[in-house]
C-alpha cells in the first residue's frame, strides 16, 4: 500500500500523488479510522488484489476528497478507484473518476455499509465485470447532486449506478451514454426509497431498462428528462417491476426492441404513477403507438393525471390528452432525436403549457433548468388543476417564464428546503445557506466553517466592539501577542500608550522606534517628559542610564519554542558589565528527555545548555533556571551601546508541544558600567565640574598641582577622575579640558 493512515486522528494531505503502488487492500492508502481530507491529490495506475484499486475505507472512517483524480486503478475484486465499508462516511467534492476498472463490482466506486456523499462528481468510462460500471452500494445510502455520470460499463446491473439496500437520493445529475444488462443508467434493488430529481438520462443502453431499471422499493422520479435510452428486450425509458411515482418528467425518443421504449410496468407489484408527465416519440416493433410509450405486462398498472402522451384518445380525460407537445427543438444541434442535446423545453404554443395539476408539485425542488415550477405563460390558456389555483405548473421537466430557483449550493433543493431539512445551516437567519455566504465572500476571518457574525453572537470575543473577531485581529493588532488586539489592551490599561500613537509602549521599544535605556518598558522620552527621570545634561537620554549602576530587562514570554523554532531577545544598546551577569531562563515547552535541551546564544555564542537534566514537558509553572557570565565574558561577547541578541534554542522538542502554547524567556541582570560616569558617583560627569578638586568652582593650578601631587596608583582618590584606580594621563588631560569656570549643565 501507498500510504495507511490508522487510529482516530485528523490530517489534511495536499497536492500529494499516489501512483503505481499495489497491495491487498487499497493500492493507493487505506484510510482505517479518524478523518482525513484529501485535496488536489492524485491517484493513478494503483492496483488491489482484492478491494479499492486506489483507496480502500473501513472501519468507520470518514475521509473527504476534494478535487482529486482517480485515474486509471485497478481491483481485482471490488471498487475499481475507492472502496469503502462498516460504517464509513466518504465524501467527494468535485472530483473525477476516469478509466477506473474492477473486476467485481463498482467499476469506479465500491460500498458495503459506508455512507456516499458526492457533488461535483465526474464519473467517466469506468467498468465493471459485475455490478455498478460508475458506482455500487449495498446496505447504504447515496446523496449524489450536481454530478455526471458518463459511458461507465457493468456486465451485469447497472451501467452508471447499482444499488440495493439503502435509500438513494441523486439530484441535479447527468447520466449520459451508460450501458448494463439491465438498468443502463441505474438499477435499484431492495430499495426503501429512491429519489432522482432535475437529472439528465440520456443515450444509456441495456437489456431491459435501457434508462432506469426499478426493481423493488419506491422510487419518485420527478423533474427528469429520459431520452434516447435503448433497450435491446423492453423498457427503453424505464423498466419498473415496483411502484414509482413520475412527476413532470419528459420521456422522450427512447426505444426497445422488444416492447414498450417508454415505460414498461411488469409484474403485480409494478404500479407506475405519471403526474404532469410527457411520453413521446418513443418507439418499439409497434412503431411510436400508445403502447410504445407506456404499458404495463403482467400484472403491472399504470396510471395517469394530467399527462401528455402520444396516440393518448381524445376522450382519455384526468386532464391529459395526445396532441403534440411543440418541443422547441426536438432533434437539437446535431439533429438526431434522442440525444443529450435535444431541446425538449416547450414552445409558447405548447398545449402542455399551464397545463399540470399542481396538487403534487414540490416547491423545494426545480425543473430540469434549476428553474421554479408554477410559472405563468400568458400566451396559454389556463387549462390546469385545481380551478383556480393558477399559475399552473407545465407539463414536462421544463417550466416557461419561470425565475431561478434559488439554490446557491447547486444541491438540486431550493436553499429554503436546505435549511428546513437541516441540509444546509443558516446561522444568520438571513435565508441563505452559510455555505452560500462564506462562497460569496461573507466574513469567516478564523476559516472556522461559520459566519463571523454567528462566532459573535455565540460568544467569541470582540472586544473593542468592531464585529472583527478579536483572534482574526491579533494577527495584524496585537504586537506583544497575548492574543488581545492592542485598543483592547490600551483601554484595559493592560499595556500603556504614554505617547498616544496608538501602539502599546513595549512594542515600539520592541521594534527599535522607542528608546528604553533602562529596560523597565517606559519609553525615555514619556518619562523625560513627565519628569519621572532626570536628564541634567539635557540629552534626551536618562541619567541612570549614563551612570553606573544596577540594570535588569526582561525579554517576557515567547511563544512557540520547538526544534527549528527559536525565540530570541534583542538587547538594545546594550552597556558593559562591572560585575556577573545572570541570564534566568524560564520555559513551558517540551522538555522531558535528556535530548531535550535549550541552548543559550549571546550574539551567536553558546554560553550554556540547559535544562538537561530533571526537566519535564509544558511543566506548569514553568521551568528555571539560570546561567551567570562574568563580566570579561559578557564584555567579550557585546559592544557596548550597540544591541545584543540573545537566542534560545530547543533541540529535540516541538513547537506544537503544550497545545501550543510553549515559551521561553530571559531575565538579564548586572551592574553596568556608566558611559558618562568616570568616576562612578552616579552623576553623569557633564552634569558636575569632576576636575575642581578643590571645589572652588575653578578648575586650575590647584587642582592640576593635585593630580600630580596622586600622580600613580591610587584608589578612590578623588584626583582618579576616570575612575581606573590610577592617577595618569587621562586625568591630567581631563583636568586640561575642563579649565577655567566650571560650567553649569
Known amino acids: 500500500v501507498g500510504f495507511s493512515f490508522g487510529g482516530s486522528g485528523t490530517g489534511t494531505f495536499d497536492a500529494c500523488t499516489f501512483t503505481l503502488n499495489t497491495a491487498e487492500r487499497s493500492g493507493g492508502a487505506a484510510v482505517l479510522n479518524g478523518f482525513r481530507r484529501f485535496v488536489d491529490c492524485e491517484f493513478s495506475g494503483n492496483t488491489a488484489a482484492e ?10 472512517a470518514a475521509p473527504g476528497f476534494e478535487r482529486c483524480a482517480f485515474t486509471s486503478n485497478l481491483a481485482l475484486r471490488d471498487g475499481g478507484a475507492v472502496f469503502g465499508e462498516s460504517g464509513s462516511v466518504i465524501a467527494c467534492l468535485d472530483t473525477t473518476m476516469v478509466n477506473n476498472e474492477a473486476f467485481g463490482d463498482g467499476g469506479g466506486i465500491g460500498v458495503t455499509g459506508a455512507q456516499l456523499l458526492l457533488h461535483g462528481v465526474t464519473l467517466l468510462l469506468n467498468e465493471a465485470a459485475g455490478d455498478g460500471g460508475g458506482i455500487r452500494m449495498s446496505g447504504t445510502d447515496l446523496t449524489m447532486s450536481g454530478s455526471s455520470l458518463e459511458d461507465n460499463v457493468a456486465a451485469d446491473r447497472g451501467g452508471g449506478i447499482y444499488a440495493t439496500s439503502g435509500a438513494i437520493v441523486v ?87 422488444v416492447a414498450v421504449g417508454g415505460v414498461h410496468a411488469d409484474t403485480g407489484a ?29 400484472g403491472g398498472i399504470t396510471t395517469i393525471s394530467h399527462a401528455c402522451i402520444q396516440e393518448l384518445p381524445p376522450d382519455f380525460g384526468f386532464g391529459s ?72 405548473v407545465d407539463m414536462g421537466a421544463f417550466e416557461r417564464m419561470a425565475p431561478m430557483l434559488l439554490d446557491c449550493d447547486a444541491s438540486g433543493l431550493a436553499d429554503a428546503c436546505d435549511i428546513d431539512l437541516g441540509d444546509a445551516d443558516d446561522c444568520d437567519g438571513n435565508g441563505v445557506p452559510d455555505g452560500c455566504d462564506l462562497a460569496a465572500g461573507v466574513e469567516d476571518c478564523d476559516d472556522n466553517g461559520l459566519l463571523d457574525v454567528c462566532d459573535l453572537a455565540a460568544g467569541a470575543e470582540d472586544c473593542n466592539g468592531n464585529g472583527i473577531l478579536d483572534a482574526c485581529e491579533v494577527d495584524s493588532t496585537d504586537c ?37 535605556c533602562n529596560a523597565n518598558g517606559i519609553p525615555d522620552a514619556c518619562e523625560l517628559a513627565d519628569g ?63 535530548s531535550e535541551i535549550i541552548e543559550v546564544d549571546v550574539n551567536g555564542t553558546g554560553v550554556a545548555e540547559l535544562f538537561r537534566f530533571g526537566a519535564s514537558d509544558c511543566a506548569d509553572p514553568p521551568l ?33 508541544a503544550c497545545d501550543g502554547a510553549s515559551f521561553a524567556e530571559v531575565i538579564v541582570a548586572y551592574d553596568a558600567i556608566g558611559p558618562n560616569d568616570a568616576n562612578d558617583n552616579g552623576v553623569p560627569d557633564d552634569c558636575e565640574c569632576i576636575a575642581d578638586l578643590d571645589t572652588s568652582g575653578d578648575v586650575g593650578f590647584s587642582d592640576l598641582v593635585g593630580v600630580l601631587a596622586a600622580w600613580g596608583p591610587c584608589p578612590g582618590c578623588v584626583a582618579d577622575l576616570d575612575g581606573d584606580d590610577d592617577v595618569g594621563f587621562t586625568d591630567l588631560l581631563r583636568v586640561l579640558a575642563d579649565w577655567g569656570p566650571c560650567r553649569s549643565p
Not at 565574558?633 to 537566542?647: C, H, M, Q
Open 624 to 656: 528555571s533556571e539560570t546561567v551567570v557570565l562574568s563580566a570579561g565574558v559578557f564584555n567579550s561577547l557585546v559592544t557596548p551601546g550597540a544591541d545584543a541578541v540573545i537566542r534560545l534554542r530547543l533541540f529535540g522538542g516541538s513547537a506544537d
Open 171 to 257: 439530484r441535479r445529475t447527468r447520466m449520459i451514454g451508460n450501458a448494463a444488462a439491465t438498468g443502463g443508467a441505474v438499477r435499484v434493488d431492495s430499495f426503501p426509497s429512491t429519489s432522482l430529481s432535475s437529472c439528465l438520462i440520456a443515450e444509456n443502453a441495456a437489456d431491459r431498462g435501457g434508462g432506469l431499471y426499478l426493481g423493488s422499493g419506491a422510487t419518485v422520479v420527478r423533474n427528469c428528462v429520459l431520452t434516447g435510452n435503448a433497450a435491446s428486450d423492453s423498457g427503453g425509458g424505464m423498466y419498473a417491476t415496483a411502484g414509482a411515482a413520475l412527476t413532470g418528467c419528459t420521456i422522450h425518443a427512447n426505444t426497445a426492441a
Open 51 to 60: 478491494d479499492g484499486g486506489a483507496v480502500w475505507i473501513d472501519n468507520a
Open 270 to 298: 409494478a404500479i407506475v404513477n405519471l403526474t404532469n408527465t410527457i411520453l413521446w416519440a418513443n418507439t418499439d416493433p409497434s412503431g411510436a403507438s400508445l403502447f410504445a410509450q407506456l404499458a404495463g405486462t403482467s
Open 321 to 392: 390528452f395526445g396532441a403534440d407537445p411543440q418541443f422547441i427543438d426536438a432533434a437539437g444541434a446535431d439533429a438526431v432525436p434522442g440525444t443529450a442535446d435535444d431541446d425538449l423545453r416547450l414552445a409558447p404554443v405548447s398545449p402542455c403549457v399551464d397545463a399540470g395539476n399542481n396538487t403534487p408539485i414540490d416547491a423545494c425542488f426545480p425543473d430540469a433548468d434549476g428553474h421554479e415550477r408554477r410559472a405563468d405563460e400568458p400566451a396559454a390558456p389556463d387549462t390546469g388543476a385545481p380551478r383556480g389555483d393558477t399559475p399552473f
Open 480 to 516: 506583544n501577542a497575548n492574543g488581545i488586539p492592542d485598543d483592547c489592551d490600551l483601554a484595559s490599561g493592560v499595556d500603556l500608550d504614554c505617547d498616544g500613537n496608538g501602539v502599546p509602549d513595549l512594542c515600539d521599544i520592541a521594534a527599535g522606534r522607542e528608546g528604553d
Open 532 to 594: 519621572s527621570v532626570p536628564d541634567c545634561n539635557e540629552n534626551g537620554v536618562p541619567d541612570g542610564c549614563e551612570v553606573t549602576g544596577a540594570f535588569a530587562a526582561t525579554s517576557g514570554p515567547r511563544s512557540p519554542i520547538g526544534d527549528g523554532v527559536p525565540v530570541a531577545y534583542v538587547l538594545g544598546a546594550a552597556r558593559a558589565a562591572a560585575g556577573d551577569v545572570t541570564l534566568q531562563v524560564n520555559a513551558r515547552a517540551q522538555l522531558n528527555s535528556s
